[in-house]
């Protein structure tokens, strides 16, 4: 069927073609009744997510204080959610140029809101949830239809009175995009007009050169171009060894690597509640960052549980956990995803849907590869030390910049398919994902239902193991995404997780 302006279109997965129109005001209905109105193309990194390889979800797990009202969340979402353009548009292929692009449709909130009935009387509450999420990670998003939905699971767990658990396909944007928007459809508790407030970044500097007290002009030049030298050689150093991880420099093979083709399995999402401010001490004596002490705590947890893992099938098992079962010199990286578009913030996205103002939107997405040190340090406090050296070091780089510029140019020249080959090869190569995301200062409400906790994950990734920090109020809830049939025991990771930060943490309390 060919459009007013001469495009023939169809629907991802060889559905019906669709009418549109450009720019137009009026809408017309398809076969199937869907509303159209506007044609926009999806950004290089956006059509990546379509690939078979990287068919990605990220899943959100709202915990709620109150039992949930789903009819609610559905008139609040249409008049929300819906407006974004992304949440309420299709993505359809032109036939003739084989380009992809967004088409806005009429979205039918019942299609996207689920209500499952539940029975009141189930064993676990919390295995259900897991097990729920777990089996939404089988199967994709219906690409007939916007791609996200909505679960609402009226169940009593341990941490939340009611669960509700939103999917997003990954092509609609990033990770910290999309918990922008969805912390833009909360208000606070404490005052329903406020949005939340996210804590700025840390503006106190904490280089090497923080303790000089006004320099000489020289001296303030000799910094520059130290600085410059330093971003340069960084940058460089960055840049070769992506391209050797691009063609063959791999990490270690550990028990937490995902054999190949494990971004078809489903993932077990499972997460663990701890203080916010049990890391805020450890921060603060030892002046550095939150992301800083997240990493830290991420390396101490990895190598005690790897060194659990190689003891597996040992003799005397009592006495191999006390001893060091690590091979030397593992090299284990996490690939970190930046999206280079600055975050347009909650405000404006509040704006966008509410009073239909513009906002910048969409995946600019660059590589950054971080390495881990796995060892048993005999000092809990070294760990953080050597994480904070190692993100010090990736700040003053332009990896990210350059590694969205490789694949882009990979893309204009050799396409879609060569662009997806060469990140999923620079994924395979490496162990894990890693996220931290900072989350609001006060208890927040999802359209008038008190959030309890938040924890995101994600699956369609080649990895078996994601670990993402998510802040909440005085909380930080560590969330793991994991193939189980790499890491049959992800409870027991989050449990060294959990382990290191309290050692870490009287560590710093008796050097005090």
């Given at each position: 069927m060919d459009s007013p302006t001469g495009i023939r279109w169809r629907r991802l997965g060889g559905l019906k073609p669709i009418k549109t129109k450009r720019k137009s005001k009026?809408?017309?209905?398809?076969?199937?009744?869907?509303?159209?109105?506007?044609?926009?193309?999806?950004?290089?990194?956006?059509?990546?997510?379509?690939?078979?390889?990287?068919?990605?979800?990220?899943?959100?797990?709202?915990?709620?204080?109150?039992?949930?009202?789903?009819?609610?969340?559905k008139e609040k979402l249409m008049h929300s959610l819906v407006k974004h353009p992304r949440f309420s548009s299709l993505q359809v292929v032109d036939e003739k140029a084989g380009e992809m692009k967004w088409v806005r449709t009429k979205v039918d909130i019942d299609q996207h809101v689920v209500v499952p009935d539940l029975d009141r009387n189930m064993g676990s509450p919390d295995k259900f949830v897991e097990d729920y999420v777990y089996n939404l990670s089988k199967s994709s998003l219906d690409k007939s239809k916007p791609l996200w939905?909505?679960?609402?699971l009226n169940v009593k767990t341990s941490d939340a009175q009611g669960v509700a658990v939103v999917r997003i396909h990954h092509s609609l944007g990033d990770g910290t995009s999309l918990m922008s928007l969805l912390l833009a459809c909360t208000r606070q508790v404490a005052d329903p007009d406020k949005l939340p407030t996210i804590p700025?970044?840390?503006?106190?500097?904490?280089?090497?050169?923080?303790?000089?007290?006004?320099?000489?002009f020289w001296k303030y030049y000799l910094i520059a171009v130290w600085l410059f030298i330093q971003l340069i050689w960084n940058t460089i150093r960055d840049i070769v060894i992506f391209g050797a991880t691009a063609l063959f420099l791999k990490d270690t093979k550990t028990p937490i690597k995902a054999p190949p083709c494990s971004e078809l399995?489903?993932?077990?999402?499972?997460?663990?509640?701890?203080?916010?401010?049990?890391?805020?001490?450890?921060k603060n004596a030892m002046n550095m960052t939150i992301n800083d002490v997240a990493l830290g705590i991420t390396q101490a947890g990895l190598s005690r549980y790897l060194n659990r893992r190689y003891a597996e099938g040992k003799k005397d098992e009592g006495e191999t956990q006390k001893r060091n079962n690590l091979p030397k010199n593992i090299r284990l990286r996490s690939t970190i995803l930046i999206n280079l578009r600055p975050s347009a913030g909650i405000q404006v996205l509040a704006d966008m849907m509410e009073k239909d103002a513009e906002a910048k939107w969409g995946n600019w997405i660059g590589f950054v590869l971080l390495p881990y040190k796995i060892a048993l340090r005999d000092d809990p406090l070294d760990y953080v030390r050597e994480a904070k050296a190692t993100i010090d070091r990736k700040k003053n780089s332009l990896e990210a910049v350059y590694t969205f510029s490789i694949a882009d140019l990979v893309l204009k020249f050799f396409g879609v398919k060569a662009s997806s080959d060469l990140s999923h090869r620079i994924i395979t190569q490496t162990t894990m994902c890693i996220s931290n995301i900072v989350g609001p200062q006060e208890e927040i409400g999802f359209y008038g239902h008190p959030i309890a906790y938040l924890a995101s994950g994600s699956y369609g990734q080649p990895h078996a193991l994601m670990i993402n920090f998510q802040s909440y109020v005085n909380k930080m809830t560590m969330v793991l995404s994991v193939d189980e049939s790499v890491i049959p025991d992800p409870h027991q990771l989050l449990?060294?997780?959990?382990?290191?930060?309290q050692l870490i943490k009287d560590a710093v309390l008796a050097s005090c």
């Open positions: 009026e809408v017309e209905a398809d076969t199937n009744k869907n509303m159209v109105e506007e044609e926009e193309p999806l950004s290089p990194s956006a059509r990546l997510f379509h690939e078979p390889n990287f068919n990605v979800h990220v899943t959100t797990i709202l915990g709620i204080k109150t039992p949930l009202s789903p009819q609610v969340i939905d909505l679960h609402v700025g970044q840390n503006k106190k500097t904490t280089n090497s050169f923080s303790g000089l007290s006004k320099p000489k399995n489903p993932r077990r999402v499972v997460y663990r509640i701890v203080s916010l401010d049990d890391m805020k001490v450890v449990d060294d997780l959990q382990l290191s930060l």
